[in-house]
């Protein structure tokens, strides 16, 4: 395994720009996973527990770290999605979802990207949908051999991860209960009819990597695209965040923002009022860059440590 703190700069760069393009926000389509669980306990509860540590399903490697857990309380799940050139390992370090995740009483699952792609597929690209059945799969398999509350089910996710995180909302049809996409929810637009789902954002105002403001990412440098990501539409304009904030608070008729200032440099725009009692927020860092709220800086800009975006979604998902 590389080492952390030597690579972790990669998570700069951990973005897609498919299925954006540069006329108002539009839908996203994707295939679904074939699994909606109703509430309650998962088939998982009363089998011996699988453990935490380093696990493989459908090709793939995920670790997995648990809360206390006896195997018959159902425990809250949350897919902790990397960015590009990262890994599950890494995710964890800089999200520390992994480690404040089991001590808030949630079961944390860092996935990896498919073997020779250390990125996500989305809605846009060439078999954009691939990486969204994967996670539907993938929560089936955890669903089976842990005692898991799909009731409650949460995606987080940093740039690429969280272009990812979005799109399961439509690709899963409301089988996450909420989201937590950093520096990256404009990589992925919401569809008609999007279920309601609760959204928690965070996004630098200043990020050089996926522009808050909208527009090419990397500043218009095309060659920092990997192939594989790019657009079969071959545009690569991303619409405002601000924009898709609300085009999600619309979609699950939310009623009208409320605003507030957090820290002195931090916008915090709440919608409430959603359908099925989602709530939709923001948090733009003024100033801010390709970064984690809260955690350390890895030279993609300036990172602020007036929010912690890993506490923020802990508490948004535990109010769940």
Known sequence: M?????????????????????DAPGPVRAEPSTSSPAAG???????????????TFGGRAYSLTLPPYDGVKPVPLILDLHGLHSNG?????????????????????????????????????????AD?????????????????????EFAAGFSNGAGLSAALVCGLRGRLAAIAPVAGLNLTRPCAGAPPTTIVAFHGDADPIVPYRGGEPFGGDRTRVPGWMRPLDGR?????????????????????AATKTVGGEVRHV?????????????????????????????????????IDATKLALDAFAAH
């Open 41 to 55: 306990s998962s088939a998982g509860c009363g089998k011996p527990s699988p453990g935490s540590g380093r696990h």
């Open 89 to 129: 390992f890494q995710q964890a370090l800089y999200g520390r979802l992994g480690s404040a995740g089991p001590q808030r009483g949630f079961a944390v699952v860092e996935p990896e990207a498919a073997p020779g792609r250390d990125g996500w597929k989305l809605p846009g690209m060439a078999k954009g949908s």
């Open 132 to 152: 969204i059945a994967y996670m539907g799969k993938l929560l089936d398999h955890l669903e089976q051999t842990l005692c898991v509350d799909h009731a409650r």
């Open 270 to 306: 709440r919608y409430t009022g959603c359908r099925d009692g989602a709530t939709v927020e923001l948090y733009a860092v003024a100033g801010g860059g390709h970064t984690w709220p809260g955690s350390f800086s890895i030279g993609a800009g300036k990172t602020t440590t007036r």
């Open 236 to 256: 690569f304009h991303l619409p405002p965040v601000a924009t898709l904030t609300a085009q999600w608070a619309r979609t699950f008729g939310c009623g009208p």
């Open 2 to 22: 590389r080492r952390p703190l030597a690579v972790l700069a990669a998570l700069v760069t951990g973005l897609t720009v498919a299925g954006c393009s540069a």
